[in-house]
């Protein structure tokens, strides 16, 4: 059914439809109204879930993973700060191979404190173990969110659905929310195949002599290559269900001859999309939208990229000292492949600074005079301390004053 839904109670509603029995919920901004709807969900008796109101973040991630491992469909939420706290936990999570579904509503990692949006909580804790899927839109995240339950459950990884904070978030959009026999058909109910029990009692989480860690770490990544067909998977067989796909691994569209490619991830590629649709561009373009950050999809991005002679790559993340952390698993992806084409990085839209459609075009025109490989594109030398009287742009900027 089609509804003007804010993107957090679109999400909530969602979850709803997958019938988690555990939910555990602390606040953090952007992602309060999650967790909040799945409240009053609760408490209007439209879900029959238990509601854990816990003290942290650190908490929230304690108890889904005992919910889970104790054979519950579980839930939670958080961003930023909330994020990191977690990360202990989400790496127990992941290295115990529990099932667990967590959203994450990108927001800036202070400090200089910012509740606005960019992708620096979930780039932290990228080498987690948990599966990353990332969305560009309030439907699209929607449909992720039912089928990260699916592909958690079948593949025993963790599942983080990350949107876009404030930008989708708190956006009123129309939602088309699937029935809740289609969602029943297409989840089976919870099953854990290791859920601890007193009947059959077994040990999670048991200390791991040097001589056995390593073949652990190893089972873990190659979860990872099932988990890929596992996303591309359950992508197709819901688009069959509901008539719609969210882009599987990566998402290519435009013009595939064009020899200049463009990739971002989340909501800014929406308004890439809107500036090559309204002819802003000025060229034809490869558009590449990268929906599975983990796994990464190495063979998908080069076949992706064949033909090309650029590829600007968008980041909105930052590893202060090295670049954009996309750009560098593209280029790693891409090392040694014939022919493959040249890889310009730029960080936009950091703290939740706005990305206007027509930044695009001077990307684009900034290729053609031999751009440094890594640049924060829309910094500002006016804002900078002490920047002299002709505001010229630092070394590593793209920037131009207007």
């Not at 939910?23 to 709807?37: D, L, S």
């Not at 500002?380 to 004053?401: E, T």
Request: aromatic share 6%; charged share 20%; net charge negative.
């Amino acid at each position: 059914m089609r509804e003007a839904l804010e993107g957090s109670q679109a999400i909530a509603r969602a979850v709803a439809l997958c019938r988690p029995q555990v939910v555990a919920a602390y606040p953090i901004t952007p992602q309060t109204h999650i967790v909040e709807g799945l409240a009053r969900l609760i408490a209007d008796g439209l879900l029959a879930a238990e509601l854990v109101s816990v003290e942290s973040e650190f908490s929230a991630a304690s108890v889904v993973l005992g919910a889970a491992a104790a054979g519950s469909r579980s839930y939670t939420a958080s961003a930023s700060q909330g994020i990191l706290l977690m990360s202990e936990v989400l790496y127990n999570i992941s290295g115990l191979r529990i099932p667990v579904v967590l959203t994450c509503a990108n927001r800036a990692v202070s400090s200089p404190v910012s509740i606005w949006n960019d992708h620096q909580d979930s780039m932290a804790v990228r080498d987690s173990g948990w599966i990353q899927l990332y969305c560009a839109d309030n439907q699209e995240a929607v449909d992720t969110t039912i089928q990260a339950f699916r592909i958690s459950e079948r593949t025993e990884l963790p599942v983080m659905v990350c949107m876009d904070g404030f930008t989708l978030t708190h956006t009123l959009e129309p939602i088309d929310l699937p029935e809740a026999a289609q969602v029943d058909a297409f989840l089976p109910p919870f099953h854990f195949s290791r859920t601890l029990s007193s009947v059959a009692p077994l040990s999670q989480g048991t200390l791991v002599s040097p001589e056995f860690f390593t073949e652990m770490r190893y089972l873990q990544h190659r979860a990872f290559d099932a988990a890929e067909r596992e996303i591309l998977e359950t992508d197709r067989d819901w688009g069959h269900l509901v008539g719609r796909e969210c882009g599987g691994l990566l998402h290519v569209e435009g013009d595939r001859e064009a020899p200049v490619g463009i990739l971002a991830m989340g909501s800014v590629y929406g308004t890439l999309k809107d500036a090559h649709q309204a002819g802003l561009l000025g060229r034809h373009v490869r558009l590449l939208r990268l929906r599975s950050f983990r796994p990464f999809p190495a063979e998908a991005i080069r076949r992706a990229c064949t033909g090309l002679a650029d590829l600007l790559v968008l980041d909105r993340a930052l590893s202060p000292g090295s670049g954009g952390i996309v750009a560098h698993e593209i280029r790693s992806a891409l090392y040694g492949v014939p022919g493959a084409p040249r890889v310009a990085n730029v960080v936009v839209g950091l703290g939740g600074r706005n990305v206007p459609d027509g930044i695009f075009r001077e990307m684009l025109d900034s290729l053609e005079k031999n751009p440094p490989a890594f640049s924060f594109f829309d910094l500002d030398p006016r804002k900078l301390p002490d920047p002299g009287p002709d505001a010229s742009a630092p070394s590593g900027s793209l920037f131009s004053p207007r």
